[in-house]
């Protein structure tokens, strides 16, 4: 159980960045938006493990290799 | 801040005068942020007008805004794209281009906004906005500012200087359930039940689930008390969620002052001593996301 609780906290450090991004701060809705995300498809394929904002940098400038597959709104 | 000023920099009709030499934002020049594009009214892509700009964050106008733009103009948003700023009404918007109506939802994107919002957040008090809330016109986030000027520094004056920890309580299930039902066994009440009917049987075992249930709920309760006791001298804002998976048993966040982080953390490794069945997993410190007190509609 001890590996497993350990992979979860993985999980659950990219679980909570995306809950944020994707959940919480301000919403806008009404005319002022042209569009929203749905949000519900982008947990979808999360595999990436991050343990820090760091890393996440890491990702951005260029060790970042894997990419999730894209789920556009068009698609829906 | 001065309202004067800014009315004299953003104009009355907060579109024109992004070029007044008074501006905070002309002082930087144009190859510093690419301010004077969306200032001009010129178009991003697609018809006049149209922006298609994600909305990042709000944050106060600084007095100085010099270092928070040339700052801003060295990070990239989603799709690689330049950020810029629209101010009005002391206070400044942070937008990405997209070139696009719509934007892709993906992890990826996902975590490039957020590392977006991590970087102002580390400097600068920032209200995040969700991923995915694109504006069509300089006018719609002009409009947005002035709107809801009042509740954006409200908030922005709230969470000043503030951050956002995150703790997750889990435990493996099998053993958190054989510790609860051990609990129950010690506190075991005879049943009422008489005979050896199948209705005996089944409500035997609804009596044992609803008793499990209160066992688990108050086991929960007590953890949390525990713990807003324990960092009762932090002054926290706090929120709960209980029993939010089978091995999440508590998901909380709390909003600090900046630079407390140490001291919680050795407040919480009280707890992980005490309770070593459990895995605490603290996370942060974040930008605001859970504290923003906005209903935008």
């Not at chain 1, 394929?45 to 260029?62: A, D, H, N, R, W």
């Not at chain 2, 990042?56 to 060295?74: E, G, N, R």
Request: aromatic share 8%; net charge neutral; glycine share 6%.
């Amino acid at each position: 159980m001890e590996n497993n609780v350990i992979e979860q906290s993985k999980d659950v450090t990219i679980l909570e960045i995306l809950d944020r991004v994707l959940n919480k701060g301000i919403v806008l809705t009404g005319d002022l938006v042209v569009s929203v995300a749905d949000i519900d498809l982008v947990y979808v394929g999360v595999k990436v493990l991050l343990s820090s904002v760091e890393t996440m940098e890491q990702m951005k400038y260029g060790t970042y290799k894997k990419r999730e597959q894209e789920i556009s709104s068009d698609e829906r | 801040m001065k309202d004067e000023h800014e009315q004299n920099a953003i104009g009355k009709d907060g579109t024109r005068d992004w070029n007044n030499k008074d501006s905070p934002s002309s002082q930087l020049g144009q190859q510093e942020l690419n301010i004077r594009d969306l200032a001009s009214g010129v178009p991003v892509s697609g018809s006049q007008n149209s922006l298609s700009r994600m909305l990042y964050a709000i944050t106060v106008l600084p007095d100085q805004p010099k270092p928070l733009l040339s700052f801003l103009s060295t990070v990239r948003g989603v799709d690689n794209s330049k950020l810029s700023v629209i101010s009005h009404n002391g206070l400044m918007a942070i937008l990405g281009g997209t070139g696009k109506d719509k934007v892709v939802a993906n992890t990826e994107n996902a975590l490039i906004y957020a590392t977006v919002i991590e970087a102002v957040f580390r400097n600068f008090t920032v209200l995040p906005v969700r991923y995915g809330t694109l504006m069509d016109s300089e006018k719609a986030v002009i409009a947005l500012l002035e709107k809801y000027g009042k509740a954006f520094k409200q908030n922005l004056s709230r969470l000043e200087n503030k951050e956002e920890l995150s703790l997750k309580v889990l435990w493996d299930p099998q053993k958190g359930n054989d510790k609860i039902r051990q609990q129950l066994q010690a506190y075991r009440v005879d049943t009422p039940f008489t005979g050896n009917s199948v209705s005996k049987e089944y409500l035997l075992q609804k009596l044992k689930e609803h008793q499990f249930d209160n066992a688990l709920q108050s086991y929960v309760e007590r953890l949390v008390d525990e713990i807003c006791k324990l960092v009762a001298r932090f002054n926290t804002l706090h929120q709960f969620k209980k029993m939010v998976s089978k091995t999440i048993v508590l998901d909380a966040v709390f909003l600090l002052e900046k630079g407390q982080k140490k001291a919680f953390t050795q407040a919480i490794e009280q707890l992980r001593n005490k309770h070593e069945s459990l895995h605490f997993f603290l996370t942060g410190p974040w930008p605001p996301y859970n504290f923003v007190e906005l209903n935008i509609k």
